[in-house]
């Protein structure tokens, strides 16, 4: 749909001799853009009728006008789902997000450095939404439950090949089919429904992460936590600590992110043991930021790597995605976080390849193989992998690493002089 046909249907339902005027292309355009965040009230009305929805929210207008005291809305925007590149301040700490300001609806400012903005709605984003929305209503309750199911392995597939920016606006499509149909599916199907809508609401929490936005990040994880618990999935409230925890690293919280690890393994909850594994890597790493000897770290270490190799066993869906490879990489962190980079780097050498993670995995987990370098006195090559890595970082849409190599230039500035170094720096300042 372009510009000029949404723009024909709205002036089919809003009287165009009202004060404003007949909708016209340039009127969608400057939406898109984000110069208009909320439009007139029938406007939006009509926007509503077009598309199919029941709320602004859902189509990614928002009242950018805050209060801090008003409350987490119901469905972050896709406006939210609009990659951005711009230059800003370096990204530490993390900013924080404008509070929403009504039920509906929540204007997320825009993250630091490489982001996804709001609002920025783009019309081929309103179509992934609205083809969720639109499929969704040929199945029955008995069967729509696999249709999402379905549709989040395929968000899951565009996170790694395109990044959080192409996958949200599908992951808001299923989160928002969730939300309409639970009051109203049949009994039998609530719960089924609701054990869906939480792995696709941690599954975008895990994109607003990525993409730099940790408060709605936490907003859909606690979501997650809500609808699992009444779904008696009582494992993913287990889960979603251990997330938290690693959003806490993206912060370096070193003392929330250990007792929200400690916390997964003394919680009432069953949990599969690659989970757990998980859980102790993230202790190993809180230990390690902590100064804690490196004993304590290694012995941590080793009884998740026991953990993990029992992981094969477990027949549950939850974090299935965490091997041997990960881990490795994540025990690579833990030597660099615990004074030990030549280890560290030595690690990820032998880890990393770009065949075996994904673009974006690849990019991050080499940005944090470029700090381990540069702790090492090794600023040259730091500098290569940091000015190879980062365009794959930028066309992932992941601040969460652009994050990493601001990170990269604070630690490569006693070397500023440096031809490779002086490069990198260069690049980065584009960024920012």
């Known amino acids: 749909m372009s510009q000029d046909e949404l723009a024909e ?29 909320y439009p007139r ?19 990614g207008l928002a009242n950018r006008r805050v209060r801090p005291t008003d409350a987490i809305p119901v469905l972050p925007p896709p406006a939210a789902a609009e990659a951005t590149l711009q230059r800003s301040s370096p990204p530490w700490p993390p900013a924080r997000e404008d509070p929403p300001n009504d039920d509906s609806a929540v204007a997320l400012s825009p993250g630091p450095g490489l982001g996804i903005a709001a609002p920025a709605l783009t019309l081929d ?68 429904l609701l054990r869906v809508g939480a792995r696709a609401a941690e599954f975008t929490g895990w994109l607003y992460r990525d993409a730099g936005h940790p408060a709605a990040a936490d907003y859909w994880r606690d979501r997650a936590s809500e609808w699992a618990m009444e779904a008696t999935d009582f494992a993913m409230p287990g889960y979603i600590l251990i997330k938290k925890s690693q959003s806490a690293w993206d912060a370096r ?25 998980e859980a102790l890597q993230q202790q190993a790493r809180g230990l390690a930021m902590l100064q804690s000897s490196r004993t304590d770290v290694d012995d941590t270490l080793k009884r998740a790597r026991d953990l993990l190799e029992q992981g094969p066993a477990d027949k549950t869906p939850l974090a299935s995605h965490y091997d041997a490879l990960l881990f490795r990489v994540q025990t690579a962190i833990c030597y660099g976080e615990s004074g030990r980079p030549e280890e560290a780097a030595a690690t990820y050498e032998t880890s ?20 381990a370098l540069a702790a090492a006195a090794r600023p040259d090559e730091a500098a290569s992998v940091g000015t190879a890595i980062m365009s794959g970082a930028i066309a ?37």
């Open 125 to 192: 984003d309103l179509d992934r939404i609205d083809a969720v929305a639109r499929d969704a209503r040929r199945y029955l309750d008995e069967t729509l439950v696999g249709f999402l199911d379905d549709e989040l392995a395929r968000c899951a597939v565009d996170d790694g090949l395109h990044g959080p920016r192409y996958a949200l606006p599908g992951a808001l499509g299923i989160l928002a089919i969730v939300q309409r149909n639970a009051r109203s599916v049949k009994w039998a199907v609530r719960r089924p």
């Open 9 to 37: 249907l709205v002036n089919k339902i809003v009287d165009p001799r009202s004060q404003d005027g007949p909708v016209t292309a340039n009127d969608i355009g400057k939406i898109e853009r984000g110069v208009v965040s």
């Open 41 to 59: 009230s029938h406007r939006r009305q009509a926007f509503r009728t077009i598309l199919k929805v029941d709320t602004d929210a859902e189509i």
């Open 396 to 432: 992932a849409g992941s601040t969460r690493t652009v994050q990493e190599l601001g990170r990269l230039s604070v630690n490569l500035h006693p070397w500023r002089k440096r031809p490779a170094v002086e490069s990198f720096l260069t690049l980065m300042r584009k960024i920012y």
């Open 253 to 277: 919280d070193a003392t929330r992110m250990l007792g929200l690890a400690e916390a997964v393994q003394s919680g009432p909850w069953q949990l599969p043991a690659r989970v757990m594994a």
């Open 352 to 371: 990393l390849t770009p065949t075996t993670f994904s673009t974006r995995d690849y990019a991050y987990f080499s940005a944090l193989h470029a700090q």
